[in-house]
C-alpha cells in the first residue's frame, strides 16, 4: 500500500504547466478542421447558381403543359415482386411505362423525377407494393406519370 500511496503523491506534485504543455500537432489539426468545417458551412449558405432551376420554376414547367387528359391510378406491383430480387425496381419502372402507355394509348411515355425516386426509394430489390400515379397528356401526345395525392 505504500507504494501506490507514494505513486498517487508523486502524480499530485506535477504542476500544471507540465501537463498541458506545449500544443500538440493533433490540436493544431484539430483547429484547422474547425475553421474548414466553418467556411464550407458558409460556402453552403451561399445562394444557388442562377443557372440552377428552383422549385418554383419546375412548378412553372409542370403548369405550362396544357393538359389534354389527366388520371388517377392505383397500381399494385405485386406481380413484380416475382421477379428476381436485383431486377425488381427496373421492372417496375417498365411496367409503370407500359402501364400508362396502354391506358393513354400512347408509346411516348416519360417518369418524373419524383416518380422515378418514388420507386427506386427502397433500392434495387425493394420496390414498393402499391403506388398512386397521375398520368397526364398533352395536346402533343407525351405523356408525364407523376405520383399521385395521398399513399
Request: a negative charge; aromatic letters at 4%.
Amino acid at each position: 500500500m505504500a507504494k501506490k500511496e507514494s505513486a498517487l503523491e508523486d502524480d499530485a506534485d506535477i504542476e500544471p504547466s507540465e501537463e498541458t504543455g506545449p500544443a500538440k500537432p493533433e490540436d493544431e489539426k484539430k483547429e484547422s478542421t474547425e475553421e474548414e468545417t466553418v467556411g464550407l458551412e458558409a460556402e453552403a449558405k451561399a445562394p444557388e447558381a442562377p443557372d440552377a432551376p428552383g422549385v418554383e420554376e419546375v412548378a412553372e414547367e409542370e403548369e405550362e403543359i396544357e393538359i389534354v387528359e389527366e388520371k388517377f391510378y392505383d397500381l399494385n406491383l405485386r406481380r413484380i415482386w416475382a421477379a428476381p430480387r436485383e431486377k425488381r425496381t427496373p421492372r417496375a419502372v417498365r411496367y409503370v411505362r407500359q402501364y400508362a402507355a396502354q391506358r393513354m394509348k400512347t408509346d411516348n411515355v416519360s417518369l418524373s423525377e419524383e416518380t422515378n425516386s418514388l420507386l427506386w426509394n427502397r433500392g434495387i430489390s425493394k420496390p414498393p407494393r402499391k403506388i398512386r400515379i397521375r398520368v397526364v397528356k398533352d395536346k402533343e401526345g407525351k405523356v408525364i406519370v407523376f405520383p399521385g395525392e395521398g399513399k
